[in-house]
């Protein structure tokens, strides 16, 4: 089991820049993809990005591609999310997950992800 917390959340104006973090315990943080979720309030719980185990293959959500951009750093155990151009849509909590198996490239679904952290809050401000 990983243990994840998340940081970096706060208010931002449209067009601004935010990057969270979200640290992992456990031994098996290198050996799994992680992924970023985010939850508005109303809405479901939507996939944003994923990082595979080693970093080399990345997967982005339609709505943020090309603005967001995931990292790890297997040496710290800690995934990054750097949200540039934000958008008042992109308000939300902003959940890490990592997935239920080792050594899987990306997954992008809810029910692949076995540990979440508690979520940090992302609000733009148009």
């Known amino acids: 089991q990983v243990q994840l917390v998340e940081s970096g959340g706060g208010l931002v104006q449209a067009g601004g820049s935010l990057r969270l973090s979200c640290a992992a315990s456990?031994?098996?943080?290198?050996?799994?993809?992680m992924g970023w979720f985010r939850q508005a309030p109303g809405k479901e719980r939507e996939f944003v990005s994923v990082?595979?185990?080693?970093?080399?293959?990345?997967y982005y959500g339609d709505s943020v591609k090309g603005r967001f951009t995931i990292s790890r750093d297997n040496a710290k155990n800690i995934v990054y999310l750097q949200m540039n151009r934000l958008k008042p849509e992109d308000t939300a909590v902003y959940y890490c997950a990592a997935d239920n198996y080792s050594f899987r490239s990306v997954v992008t679904t809810e029910g692949d992800f076995g540990s979440w952290g508690q979520g940090t809050q992302v609000t733009v401000s148009s």
């Open positions: 990082i595979s185990w080693n970093g080399g293959t990345t």
């Open positions: 456990g031994r098996t943080f290198s050996s799994r993809a």
